[in-house]
Each structure stands twice: as structure tokens, then as C-alpha cells.
């Protein structure tokens, strides 16, 4: 069977492997379709030094299952956690399960793994399935970031009124967009730099009120319609930290995520200016995975459209290409969603 692997710089290969034998907690899925991740994309870019299988937001359906495995039946429509926190943990047990390590990871970009979602097959913690019913696979593959992005939403906590900056307009925060509008924040403000291109035509799409270009502008001095915002959702780079406290409002709160490695992962601020504008830093990190029924849900019930984040779809067998195109032509691409039968082109 067919699986993809990546190197930095941009380099992918498609290799014929035998299909991945299953442990007893484990499932066999065949692949029906993947999305690639902004995180895979730093891999390509510079982090892969060694030939790495990749793909973890993905879904499938459930072709085998080992002796242990209670929770899915072979033929399930699923979509997979990339973790999972310990159900017996003392931080679970205290009702906080977020506040555990992971349990059943999937993500493995240090080696032992042969196969990931880019793939015909792939195996999976069964811990980590699950299950769907109505939307389609290509929806399925967006769950895992939408996942991320409710994390986010839900650390900056929007409320009926609040005017919100959605700082950084990639796949997740453009969902958490839609999550902010739908949560009733009174103004939506989306930036991002001018080169977003197709990702700020969604913004508005997606309700934002005013796009703002921060090569063209200063937004530390935009005329925000309160003088500043109550909630930044920010998903650029750890840099920006700075630069967002000053679009806050008194007791504004900003939720971050973002991996960066090296020195583009020290972020400095005012703490004078965070101090007395009584503004509140929250990291938002989806480890273990969480919020994956609620995500279904949204979905399946129309409220969070995810089929317009899809900018490109190509065959497994042709993903050599179409994620090279994808990677060079940032101006068209949002969402590269990989797909393994021809009738979900
Ligand atoms: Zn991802």
C-alpha cells in the first residue's frame, strides 16, 4: 500500500509498505481522507531532518480491530484523536482532564512509526477513534484542527458583546472565528498580512467586520471601534505577543497557541503595559485531544462550516504534487486535504 513521508526542505516521497499489523488496543483504518497540518508545514519547511511519515488529521473507516478493542465495530465511520488523557489519572479523577499528560499519542515525529494518515492505511490507538455519522470524510479530516481551534476559543472565553481580534487567519483561526461570531461577539476584527489572500476572503465570509492588513497598517494604532478589543485569538507567530497587548482593552484577555522552535519561540512584552491594562495571557494547547463530539456536532448541525477551508484536494497517489503545489502557491491555499477514492474529489 501506498504511504507519503516528508523531509525538510519540502521535499515528499511516496513509498509502497506493507500494511501495518494491529496491536490488541489498536484498530486498523482505511483511510478515506487527510488534511495536512500548519504544524506539518514547519516540518517540511526546516524540522524534518529524517524521512517522516505524516497525516494525523484524518478519517476513515474501521477495517480491523484488535482482541481488546470495545469501543468501535469494523465499519465505523471515525475520525482520530492525536491523544488522549488517562481516564484513571489523578488530575481526571479531580475532574480536570485537560490537566494530564497524554495518554495513546499518535503523533510520533521522532521515528518507530511506518505509516500516518497520508496513507491507505493507517493503525490508531482505539482510545483515540472517534465515531460519526452524517458529515462527509473531508469534513471528518478537519475535526482534529477543529479541535484545536474550540481549545482556543474556549481558553479566551468570548462572551455575548465582546469585540474580538482573530490575530493570524490560517485552518484554525478561521474556525475559531466562527465560533467567536457564533458566540455572539459584537465585532470581529480578522489580521493578518495582506498576502492571506483567499484566508481573508473567508474571514469575511465567515463574519469578520473589518480586515486588517498588518503590512499596511499599524495595528497597534487602529481605530478599533472600543479603542481596542476584549479577546485575541492569536495563532501567529510567539513574536506577535507583543505587538497583540496593545490592541487590548483594559482586562482584555489573549489566548495563544503556537509551536516555533529556536529562538522564534521567545516572545518578550511590556509587562508595564500588561500590568496596568490588566491583561490576561492564556496558552491554549489541545494535548490530550479534546472536544471531538462537540466538533462532529457543530458540524453535522451546520453551524461551523469547514467544507469552505478546503482549498485543494488531490488523490493519495498524487500527493507528491499536489502538496508541493500546495506549499508554493500560499496565496490560493487555506486547507490541503488529501483524499483516497475519486468520488470525494
Ligand atoms: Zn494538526
Redesign the pocket.
Known amino acids: 500500500m501506498k504511504s507519503t513521508y516528508l523531509k525538510a526542505p519540502f521535499q515528499f516521497e511516496q513509498r509502497d509498505v506493507p500494511v501495518p499489523e494491529v496491536g490488541a488496543d489498536e484498530v486498523l483504518i482505511k483511510v478515506k481522507a487527510c488534511?495536512f497540518?500548519?504544524?506539518?508545514m514547519i516540518q517540511a519547511k526546516y524540522a524534518a531532518t529524517e524521512w517522516t511519515p505524516f497525516g494525523?488529521?484524518f478519517s476513515g473507516i474501521v477495517e480491523k480491530i484488535g482482541e481488546n478493542v470495545q469501543n468501535v465495530q469494523v465499519g465505523d465511520t471515525v475520525v482520530i484523536e492525536?491523544s488522549t488523557f488517562r481516564p484513571y489519572s489523578d488530575a481526571a479523577r479531580n475532574g480536570r482532564v485537560d490537566l494530564d499528560g497524554p495518554a495513546s499519542e499518535i503523533i510520533d515525529y521522532i521515528g518507530g512509526r511506518e505509516t500516518m494518515g497520508f496513507a491507505e492505511y493507517t493503525t490508531a490507538p482505539a482510545a483515540l477513534c472517534v465515531k460519526f455519522t452524517t458529515m462527509s470524510f473531508q469534513e471528518g479530516a478537519l475535526i482534529?484542527?477543529m479541535g484545536?481551534a474550540m481549545d482556543l476559543f474556549k481558553t479566551a472565553d468570548i462572551h455575548l458583546g465582546d469585540d474580538v481580534l482573530v490575530f493570524g487567519l490560517g485552518p484554525i483561526g478561521l474556525m475559531a472565528l466562527q465560533m467567536a461570531k457564533k458566540a455572539g461577539a459584537r465585532k470581529i476584527y480578522a489580521a493578518d498580512l495582506s498576502s492571506a489572500g483567499k484566508r481573508a476572503e473567508l474571514a469575511k465570509k465567515f463574519g469578520a467586520d473589518e480586515i486588517i492588513f498588518t503590512d499596511k497598517v499599524d495595528i497597534k494604532s487602529y481605530p478599533f471601534a472600543r479603542g481596542g478589543v476584549d479577546k485575541v485569538l492569536l495563532t501567529a507567530p510567539p513574536a506577535l505577543i507583543e505587538t497583540a497587548t496593545h490592541t487590548l482593552n483594559l482586562g482584555g484577555v489573549l489566548a495563544f497557541l503556537g509551536i516555533a522552535y529556536g529562538p522564534a519561540a521567545i516572545a518578550s512584552f511590556d509587562s508595564n503595559l500588561v500590568h496596568h491594562k490588566k491583561i490576561q495571557i492564556r496558552a491554549s494547547d489541545a494535548v490530550p485531544a479534546l472536544y471531538f463530539p462537540l466538533c462532529i456536532d457543530l458540524v453535522e448541525s451546520g453551524m461551523i462550516d469547514l467544507k469552505s477551508l478546503i482549498s485543494q484536494k488531490f488523490m493519495l497517489e498524487d500527493a507528491v504534487e499536489g502538496l508541493t503545489h500546495f506549499v508554493q502557491n500560499p496565496a490560493e491555499a487555506c486547507k490541503a486535504v488529501m483524499v483516497t477514492d475519486p468520488d470525494l474529489l
Not at 497540518?37 to 506539518?40: R, W
Request: charge should be negative; aromatic fraction near 0%.
Open positions: 488534511g497540518c500548519g504544524h506539518e494525523h488529521e492525536t482534529e484542527p484545536v
